[in-house]
């Protein structure tokens, strides 16, 4: 028991504004009533003053035609009531809307100031000038690259990416940095002599 009287209740959801709307639609609600409830009677006594009139009773039928005449003006002022009740509601509606987009607007400024105290125009300089270096610096670059490279070695490179794109990977010989031993003479001649040895042996075969 304690903790059910002791606990908080929960904050309501509706407002002001909300039970204002409430209690002008039921206002409304009930002049409609009361509108309806006024028609059917006047209809009733349309026909009653018909029948007065038939049965020769015509001064009963003027007074209840004056009678209706004056509630055909309540009825005519019941219409603009409700009228009234119901442009106050549209405007009470939309006047939350406006309130609800104003808290929007409010919460989206307080989120652009938040990031312009983070990012001054300094930084956002200091950022678009290091972008602008880091452009010219990889063009530089690029003008290198393209004036240091010949028509094969524009060829290989080209090769070597279409080889990468269908997943085989090239493996580019290492070309030596020493240079290339000469062959002695004697080294030439041996093959030579081997080459006249041999020629008799094979014309006697041939033979």
Known sequence: M????????RPSRVTEQDKAILQLKQQRDKLKQYQRRITLQLEKERHLAKQLLKDGKKEKALLLLKKKRYQDQLLDKTENQISNLERMVQDIEFMQIEMKVIEGLKVGNDCLKSMHEIMSIEDVERILDETQESIEYQRQIDEMLAGALTQEDEDAV?????AITQGDDVALPEVPTEPIPEVPEAAKAEPERREAKNKPDREMLAA
């Open 2 to 9: 304690g903790n059910v009287f002791g606990r908080k209740s």
């Open 158 to 162: 080209l090769a070597e990416l279409e």
